[in-house]
């Protein structure tokens, strides 16, 4: 008989790719997670892992568990649903992480709607950046993320995660307002190819957007100054350092002195957020009440 617990080693030496990382993951020691990969393949009669000095990868066989792997905790959510509403499970505590922003375009107004509607239901609220709070929930450490589009996110057909479309926005150009382009109805990107840029950091999906923006523009951004904390990139840019695309959200109630906001001529630069909780937990009554606020927040359908 295969144990459960040793299938949530598997998935998480698969998702992190080191023994190391997926202990960490799973406030385990290196050695335990080493030992029930072992015990699990005595237990299939399969070789599961192969170790290499790059990290860990599943070998065939693996692979063919995992996939099942993925079935079989889909379900074990369902189940926990379907308990959890047999049992009227109309009280709870959830953990929901969300990007600065996205807090406060979605999961505020969520939250008063929860106080009126499931006053039952009580959230805490997590600040992550749309990159890592997929892993977070992967990992059990939360129960919904919102998170926005990357580039090596899990795509929404994952086996492991169920997606609720939420909102898509643009970026906007921010310029100094004694930049050559500041008269303009609308910047053309191509013409911020020799500019110093403000952007965030590689990793943060704000990043990914404004890199592939300008390359479909033709040419790669001169990043000069950092920052994940997009008041600071308009502050940045208002001392005429340099300039940026800030999505539109994140420019509200922000001090805009000494720079202008300017739509992108062409197709606009887009970010697509979204909601998401491990696959078979989306009909949790403690669950649904949350993303279907998030829906209504939002304004999705």
């Not at 170790?51 to 063919?64: D, M, N």
């Not at 990357?150 to 004694?178: I, K, M, N, Q, W």
């Amino acid at each position: 008989m295969i144990e459960a617990r040793r299938l949530h080693i598997l998935r998480a030496v698969a998702d992190h790719r080191t023994v190391t990382a997926a202990a960490a993951a799973l406030y385990l020691t290196p050695s335990a997670v080493s030992q029930q990969l072992t015990a699990l393949e005595q237990e299939t009669g399969h070789r599961l892992v192969e170790r290499s000095a790059k990290g860990v990868r599943l070998t065939p066989a693996g692979e063919i568990l995992l996939d099942h792997t993925h079935v079989v905790f889909a379900q074990l959510e369902r189940a926990a649903a379907e308990l959890a509403d047999y049992s009227s499970g109309a009280a709870g505590t959830l953990t929901v992480a969300s990007f600065a922003t996205g807090i406060a375009q979605v999961v505020v107004p969520a939250l008063v709607r929860l106080a009126a509607t499931a006053p039952g239901i009580r959230i805490h609220v997590q600040d992550a950046e749309g990159d890592a709070s997929l892993p977070m929930l992967l990992d059990r450490q939360i129960d919904v993320a919102v998170a926005v589009e990357y580039r090596g996110a899990p795509s929404a057909d994952d086996p492991r995660l169920t997606h609720v479309p939420l909102y898509a926005e643009p970026f906007d150009a921010v310029v100094p307002v004694s930049h050559r382009l500041a008269d303009t109805a609308e910047v053309p990107l191509a013409e911020l190819a020799k500019d110093p840029w403000i952007g965030p950091y590689p990793g943060n999906p704000c990043h990914d957007v404004l890199v592939l923006a300008c390359e479909n523009a033709g040419f790669q951004p001169r990043l000069e100054h950092t920052s994940d904390d997009f008041r600071a990139v308009v502050a940045l840019a208002s001392a005429d350092v340099g300039v940026a695309l800030v999505p539109r959200s994140a420019l509200r109630g922000t001090d805009l002195t000494g720079v202008v906001v300017r739509p992108v001529d062409g197709v606009a630069p887009t970010r697509r957020v979204f909601a998401a909780v491990r696959r078979g937990a989306e009909e949790h009554p403690l669950i649904r009440p949350v993303l279907d606020a998030l829906s209504e927040a939002a304004g999705a359908p």
